[in-house]
């Protein structure tokens, strides 16, 4: 489900909104990088943990993490959510 929400947050064609929450969601830059490679790049977790240089356990777990703190935003969910319904 997160990862639906996510990609429907990600997907909602508002560029603003999302560097705005990319800011409130204090990202480190491991964090999102991984975010950008993966929802726009498209690119796989092996292929991210090979361009930045980190294994593909590590790139999870910055995927985990950013995901998290973007979903954590009260505002954030409720809009995906709302994209998805």
């Known amino acids: 489900m997160k990862k639906n929400l996510l990609f429907a ?3 909602c064609g508002d560029d603003d909104i999302i560097q705005f929450a990319l800011l ?6 491991n964090e999102k990088a991984v975010l950008i490679l993966m ?3 498209c690119m796989t977790q092996e292929e991210i943990a090979e361009q930045i240089n980190y294994s593909t356990r590590r790139v999870q777990q910055f995927w985990s993490s950013g ?3 973007l979903l954590d935003i009260p505002w954030v969910k ?4 709302s994209l998805i319904l």
């Open 39 to 41: 929802l726009d790049e």
């Open 78 to 81: 409720a809009y995906a959510q």
């Open 9 to 11: 947050f990600w997907n």
């Open 24 to 29: 409130k969601a204090h990202l480190n830059k």
């Open 67 to 69: 995901a998290r703190k």
